[in-house]
């Protein structure tokens, strides 16, 4: 049975969603991410990008290249509940759909021919679909394995539609540059070009042992990769491994008062995650940055999971206490693992433990209908964030 996957891509997701929702936006060049100093892109729109503008760069860059460009810190939580919307749409044409991030995933159509005998058309049915319900665009690749339809849909963006058959793998690839590889990144594209392998199809016509000599064990994945080859599957569901959030301050932080501050901020934070996600963690993890980039990280594991704020901000909080603060702090971060699916807190304590529950029912729903930042800590309310 002949394998076929789809790729479906949001083009520019989040400043597509701001674009949608304001007018105003519609045709400039909008820009999301952190805005401080430290801050880096997360999605530039299509105006943005002619100016250079592009993922993970440096705000600070971004904001040289494309100076009238509009800056926004995005909304994570209507993203959320965007990219939900889309998942719902592609379930109801496979059943088998594995998410990347919050606005991609992959499709496997194998074996629906009798539903979809028209993979080209199927595909544009869904982007039909994305456009009219959700009111973004999304870009598709259609490819007999995972890495050409990633591929296919991202060489024909924005509002692309791309099929690779089987066959046409090493005409669809082979001049393409080696970066377009997966887990090439600029060290090994580098070390590629000093063997003179610049392209896909150079790559795939090297001998398989100087590639080892250069890359490892990781040379003959490589070259299957540049030979069209993929036999990964499509994972219709993953649980999660972490919920975590962190923090790149734009001033270095020189006080305790100020980590236990930002620690209590983090807390809330990923305990409001937890809860949606309806999971409760056991081990919770602080990373610290400091201003030489000398990282650490420090874990504590609970006798019971937990998914309440104060819990995570007290176990935080003690595993702070064994650092010395020595220097001013750029980064402070708070990793929820070992998680467990549910989001009831488990404890002897079961009157003070239902008390809990009722009240953050009561303060997760505020955060639903309002924003997450509808309510929090006094000792946080005077923040200017």
Same mark, same amino acid.
């Given at each position: 049975?002949?394998?076929?996957?789809?790729?479906?891509?949001?083009? !520019?997701?989040? !400043?597509?969603?701001?674009?949608?929702? #304001?007018?105003?936006?519609?045709?400039?060049?909008?820009?999301?991410?952190?805005?401080?100093?430290?801050?880096?892109?997360? +999605?530039?729109?299509?105006?943005?990008?002619?100016?250079?503008?592009?993922?993970?760069?440096?705000?600070?860059?971004?904001?040289?290249?494309?100076?009238?460009?509009?800056?926004?810190?995005? #909304?994570?939580?209507?993203?959320?509940?965007?990219?939900?919307? @889309?998942?719902?749409?592609?379930?109801?044409?496979?059943?088998?759909?594995? $998410?990347?991030? =919050?606005?991609?995933?992959? =499709?496997?159509?194998?074996?629906?021919?009798?539903?979809?005998?028209?993979?080209?058309?199927?595909?544009?049915?869904?982007?039909?679909?994305?456009?009219?319900?959700?009111?973004?665009?999304?870009?598709?690749?259609?490819? $007999?394995?995972?890495?050409?339809?990633?591929?296919?849909?991202? =060489?024909? /963006?924005?509002?692309? =539609?791309?099929?690779?058959?089987?066959?046409?793998?090493?005409?669809?690839?082979? /001049?393409? $540059?080696?970066?377009?590889?997966?887990?090439?990144?600029?060290?090994?594209?580098?070390?590629?070009?000093?063997?003179?392998?610049?392209?896909?199809?150079?790559?795939?016509?090297?001998?398989?042992?100087?590639?080892?000599?250069?890359?490892?064990?990781?040379?003959?994945?490589?070259?299957?990769?540049?030979?069209?080859?993929?036999?990964?599957?499509?994972?219709?569901?993953?649980?999660?491994?972490?919920?975590?959030?962190?923090?790149?301050?734009?001033?270095?932080?020189?006080?305790?008062?100020?980590?236990?501050?930002?620690?209590?901020?983090?807390?809330? /934070?990923?305990?409001?995650?937890?809860?949606?996600?309806?999971?409760?963690?056991?081990? @919770?993890?602080?990373?610290?940055?400091?201003?030489?980039?000398?990282?650490?990280?420090?874990?504590?594991?609970? +006798?019971?999971?937990?998914?309440?704020?104060?819990?995570?901000?007290?176990?935080?909080?003690?595993?702070?206490?064994?650092?010395?603060? #020595?220097?001013?702090?750029?980064?402070?971060?708070? +990793?929820? +693992?070992?998680?467990?699916?549910?989001?009831?807190?488990?404890?002897?304590?079961?009157?003070?433990?239902?008390?809990?529950?009722?009240?953050?029912?009561?303060?997760?729903?505020?955060?639903? /209908?309002?924003?997450?930042? @509808?309510?929090?800590?006094?000792?946080?309310?005077?923040?200017?964030?």
């Amino acid at each position: 049975m002949q394998k076929w996957i789809i790729h479906v891509d949001m083009d !520019a997701f989040f !400043a597509a969603v701001e674009q949608r929702d #304001n007018p105003e936006l519609q045709s400039k060049p909008v820009i999301i991410g952190g805005l401080s100093g430290r801050g880096v892109v997360s +999605t530039a729109s299509y105006e943005a990008r002619k100016y250079g503008v592009r993922s993970a760069m440096p705000m600070v860059e971004a904001r040289r290249r494309c100076p009238q460009g509009i800056f926004l810190t995005g #909304n994570y939580d209507k993203y959320i509940a965007v990219s939900r919307e @889309i998942m719902n749409i592609l379930a109801d044409f496979s059943p088998f759909i594995e $998410p990347l991030s =919050l606005d991609e995933a992959f =499709l496997d159509m194998t074996g629906t021919e009798w539903l979809f005998p028209d993979l080209v058309e199927t595909a544009r049915q869904i982007k039909a679909r994305i456009k009219a319900e959700v009111g973004i665009v999304a870009s598709a690749g259609i490819a $007999p394995n995972k890495f050409l339809a990633k591929l296919a849909s991202d =060489l024909d /963006k924005p509002d692309g =539609l791309l099929i690779i058959r089987p066959g046409e793998e090493q005409l669809a690839i082979a /001049k393409l $540059p080696v970066s377009r590889l997966w887990g090439v990144g600029k060290t090994t594209a580098d070390s590629l070009q000093k063997l003179g392998i610049n392209t896909i199809g150079q790559l795939a016509e090297t001998d398989l042992k100087l590639l080892k000599k250069y890359c490892g064990n990781f040379a003959e994945d490589l070259q299957r990769l540049a030979c069209g080859i993929d036999d990964r599957p499509v994972i219709a569901q993953h649980e999660p491994k972490s919920i975590g959030k962190e923090t790149t301050f734009e001033h270095d932080l020189v006080s305790v008062a100020q980590v236990e501050e930002e620690l209590l901020l983090l807390a809330e /934070k990923v305990g409001w995650r937890l809860r949606r996600y309806c999971y409760s963690a056991r081990t @919770i993890t602080v990373k610290i940055r400091f201003a030489s980039f000398r990282t650490i990280t420090r874990s504590k594991t609970l +006798t019971d999971p937990t998914n309440f704020d104060e819990l995570i901000f007290t176990t935080a909080q003690a595993i702070w206490s064994h650092i010395t603060m #020595n220097e001013g702090i750029r980064l402070v971060g708070i +990793t929820a +693992t070992n998680l467990q699916a549910g989001c009831g807190q488990m404890s002897l304590f079961s009157e003070e433990t239902d008390k809990r529950q009722s009240m953050y029912q009561a303060v997760d729903k505020l955060k639903a /209908k309002f924003g997450e930042k @509808i309510i929090t800590k006094g000792r946080l309310v005077s923040r200017d964030d």
